[in-house]
């Protein structure tokens, strides 16, 4: 069964908390929190001081995805707040195995996010050091986009990658999954689901949860 880590990008800012509480009642394992600058992805989303609000007031790790040009300006005060996970996008890391081992060392999880066109081979030497790999299904920015077909098929080649060199990161995916197709996502190899819209705006969130879970 895979994670489910619920986008509250997706959720009613007006009653952050009571949202995040929600999710987290109805079995949530992680809190996805997409932060974005406006510069990398044509948006804007929240950053630190919304993330510190929170803190502390849910069980649920923090699962948090970069969406930046500069992710290297966000580790430092990530680490202060206690996030569980950083995850940074390969198209805006210029020093990747610098900034995975700088994570790293603060104690934190360090992943990595590939938009649906960049190919698994920016990871060859670096793929060791993830402890999850992040594959977009759509292209980042925007939430309620539709899943893009051919993504499964990377989401399958990086798990036979994974298995061919015995590593053990979980594979993340992220992106117009719904419970319509949320099972092709986890049977072409998802640890862990990401949804937005799917949980946040569904009228039972303990059934959507459950069967974004693989429940049935």
């Known amino acids: 069964m895979p ?3 619920p986008s509250i990008l997706a959720a009613d800012f007006a009653c952050l908390l009571e949202e995040i ?3 987290e009642k109805a079995g949530a394992d992680m809190l996805h929190i997409d932060v974005m600058d406006g510069h990398f992805v044509p948006n804007l989303s929240f950053g630190i001081p919304v ?3 929170i803190v502390g007031k849910t069980s649920l790790p923090f699962d948090v995805h970069l969406m930046v040009d500069n992710p290297d300006a966000y580790v430092n005060e990530l680490a202060r707040l206690g996030v569980y996970n950083i995850t940074v996008h390969a198209e805006s890391c210029i020093h990747m195995d610098r900034l995975l081992n700088r994570i790293k060392s603060a104690g934190i999880k360090a992943s ?3 938009n649906p066109s960049t190919p698994l081979t920016v990871l060859d030497y670096t793929l060791a050091l993830c402890d999850m790999v992040l594959i977009m299904t759509v292209n980042p920015g925007f939430g309620g986009q539709k899943l893009i077909p051919y993504t499964l098929e990377k989401v399958r080649d990086l798990k036979v990658l994974k298995e061919k060199r015995g590593l053990e990161f979980l594979i993340q995916v992220d992106g117009g999954i719904d419970i319509q197709n949320v099972r092709k996502v ?3 190899g998802a640890d862990v689901i990401v ?3 799917c949980v946040f705006k569904s009228e039972n969130v303990e059934k959507t949860v459950y069967m974004l879970k693989g429940g049935v």
Do not use: F, N, R
């Open 3 to 5: 994670l489910l880590s």
């Open 21 to 23: 509480l929600k999710v």
């Open 51 to 53: 993330i510190q609000s």
């Open 112 to 114: 990595v996010a590939l």
């Open 186 to 188: 986890i049977d072409a």
């Open 195 to 197: 949804a937005g819209t």
